[in-house]
T-cell receptor, first 117, second 112 residues
Framework: GAVVSQHPSWVICKSGTSVKIECRSL??????MFWYRQFPKQSLMLMAT?????????EQGVEKDKFLINHASLTLSTLTVTSAHPEDSSFYIC?????????????FGPGTRLTVL | GNSVTQMEGPVTLSEEAFLTINCTYT??????LFWYVQYPGEGLQLLLK?????DKGSNKGFEATYRKETTSFHLEKGSVQVSDSAVYFC???????????FGQGTILTVHP
């Protein structure tokens, strides 16, 4: 199969602190990974596209200095929420695409619930 | 830009009932269309897809046909089971890095 994991599955932090979320492709290499944000009862919103070894491409309206993305290896991408505030509380989901083609299937992680107090 | 609109839920059905979840889209070019399913506590899984007009995607008894003339990709199943209870997302994929645009999701609950 093609399994993607996320860690942690949930995290609670104080306002002003930074939180790192990991996304790993467990049994395949992923040149490209994607980070999404999901609000309650709303759709997934693409935040950024992460390519191994290069800078992430952020969607319009997403602050790149607040949501730091690193894709240092073919199996790991990290999202760091810097100086988190209550409005950053959300469900963060990553996906990893198998292979290099834009038409290849994306495999999704189970998500990370972030709560900022 | 691209957008996807799904019928609002939640949808509640009895086992063996017929299911339709409507999905319409707006896109430039010729996108691929997808249905994803999210079971409680799990990540999204690809349910089916169609890559060009008039294609029919099917899997696990679910079907959807890519209708370019009506810009639709409605999900159907003839006889739902309790195990089909989940959240269903319609999505379209552009060619730029394979980015996906999702609908808002439809919660389906099937009662015995």
């Amino acid at each position: 199969g093609a399994v993607v994991s996320q860690h942690p599955s949930w995290v609670i932090c104080k306002s002003g602190t930074s939180v790192k979320i990991e996304c790993r492709s467990l049994d395949f290499q992923a040149t490209t990974m994607f980070w999404y944000r999901q609000f309650p009862k709303q759709s997934l919103m693409l935040m950024a596209t992460s390519n191994e070894g290069s800078k992430a491409t952020y969607e319009q309206g997403v602050e790149k200095d607040k949501f730091l993305i690193n894709h240092a290896s073919l199996t790991l991408s990290t999202l760091t929420v810097t100086s988190a505030h209550p409005e950053d509380s959300s469900f963060y989901i990553c996906s990893a695409r198998k292979g290099g083609s834009a038409y290849n299937e994306q495999f999704f992680g189970p998500g990370t619930r972030l709560t900022v107090l | 830009g691209n957008s996807v609109t799904q019928m609002e839920g939640p949808v509640t059905l009895s086992e063996e009932a017929f299911l339709t979840i409507n999905c319409t889209y707006t896109a430039t070019g010729y996108p691929s269309l997808f249905w994803y399913v999210q079971y409680p506590g799990e990540g999204l899984q690809l349910l089916l897809k169609a890559t060009k007009a008039d294609d029919k995607g099917s899997n696990k008894g679910f079907e959807a046909t890519y209708r370019k003339e009506t810009t639709s990709f409605h999900l159907e199943k003839g006889s739902v089971q309790v195990s089909d209870s989940a959240v269903y997302f319609c999505a379209l994929g552009g060619t730029s890095y394979g980015k996906l645009t999702f609908g808002q999701g439809t919660i389906l609950t099937v009662h015995p």
